[in-house]
């Protein structure tokens, strides 16, 4: 019995002495793997708000989502019904959509802008960008495209973090309006948090490299046209 005892004991501490250094590098994995989105959390603080709270800004960049059919998901819905109270309360002055529309038969911002106009925003008052394919496409060609200085980022809270640190990356006085859709999707919220960490990596790798969307073009006057509509 005694003897059952101590093989098992030291084959336990030999075991441990073997995983010590998978352990370690495993942990250090973790921690490199969870930096950048403790960076940004840390890093755009101060620019993430409330519909209520926030500053007023020409502009809301509202970032796409999937789309079923002609109806926006419910994470896209959230983030149109989060711009529609931002225009509402005079806190934008403009909105611009900016998604997915890389394939026939599948149109994120003309989505968007039905969802919006049905809301009762003005038509002439929400631009469409079509080449919004990932979050760092969508602030450099806010930017660069259509002419965005200063503008409020709406999306889910979870995305808000990197999306406000890209944007700011980007050259755009930005700030955040976050959706909690905690409430009403619990499984795919805690999910979005999750794919954030490994989301964070390269959005590191974008900033750090100045990637070039896919499509960049001639600018385009619709935001501007948007801002001096009445």
Not at 70 to 97: C, Q, T, W
Not at 124 to 151: L, P
Not at 183 to 188: H, Q, Y
Request: proline share 6%; with cysteine; net charge positive.
């Amino acid at each position: 019995m005694i003897v059952t005892i101590v093989r098992r004991v030291w084959a336990a501490v030999r075991a441990r002495r073997l995983a010590g250094p998978g352990a370690v590098a495993l942990a250090l994995a973790g921690y490199a793997a969870l930096l950048p989105t403790g960076w940004f959390y840390a890093g755009t603080a101060p620019h993430r708000a409330s519909v209520t709270t926030v500053e007023a800004a020409p502009v809301a960049l509202v970032l796409g989502a999937a789309a079923w059919g002609d109806a926006p998901s419910p994470f896209l819905a959230g983030r149109l019904d989060a711009a529609a109270e931002l225009y509402r309360a005079g806190k934008v002055r403009a909105i611009l959509v900016t998604g997915d529309n890389s394939r026939e038969g599948y149109d994120e911002p003309t989505v968007m802008w039905n969802y919006l106009t049905a809301k009762g925003i003005p038509g002439h008052k929400v631009v469409r960008d079509y080449a919004g394919f990932d979050t760092w496409d969508s602030c450099v060609r806010a930017k660069r495209i259509f002419g965005v200085e200063r503008a409020i980022v709406v999306t889910q809270t979870f995305h808000l973090p990197r999306a406000v640190a890209l944007c700011r990356a980007a050259g755009l006085e930005a700030t955040g309006v976050g959706h909690d859709s905690m409430a009403t999707a619990a499984l795919p919220t805690c999910y979005g948090y999750f794919r954030e960490t490994l989301a964070s990596l390269k959005a590191v790798v974008d900033i750090a490299t100045g990637r070039q969307p896919r499509f960049l073009g001639p600018q385009e006057p619709g935001v501007r046209r948007a801002l001096q509509s009445p």
